[in-house]
């Protein structure tokens, strides 16, 4: 049974950091493309970073420069590192795993809120 499980969410000032992580079971890890996503209230969920197997990254344009993905096969894990997070940073955060004509899995989400 595949699981994903994120970790790491809570209540941060704005400028804060925040550190996600979400540990997988039940999948080979490393051939996988991951990714994390978010859905704020009343909006549709989007693509916040992405990392390949192969070790490639991209960023939304919102979060470049705040925001860094990282994965370590070796730990099942891939990590976001959310620095000067902003109110609009509020959402839950969700983790992906996916590859190429294999299905795509999500974790069940961490609210992550960005308030004074």
């Known amino acids: 049974q595949v699981q994903l499980v994120e970790s790491g969410g809570g209540l941060v000032q704005p400028g804060g950091s925040l550190r996600l992580s979400c540990s997988a079971s039940?999948?080979?890890?490393?051939?996988?493309?991951l990714g994390w996503y978010r859905q704020a209230p009343g909006k549709q969920r989007e693509l916040v970073a992405r990392?390949?197997?192969?070790?490639?990254?991209n960023y939304a344009d919102v979060v470049k420069g705040r925001f860094t993905i990282s994965r370590d096969n070796a730990k099942n894990t891939v990590y976001l590192q959310m620095n000067s997070l902003k109110p609009e940073d509020t959402a839950v955060y969700y983790c992906?795993?996916?590859?190429?004509?294999?299905?795509?899995?999500w974790g069940q989400g961490t609210q992550v809120t960005v308030s004074s």
């Open positions: 039940g999948i080979i890890f490393s051939i996988f493309d």
């Open positions: 990392t390949t197997s192969g070790g490639s990254t």
């Open positions: 992906n795993a996916a590859r190429t004509g294999a299905r795509a899995y």
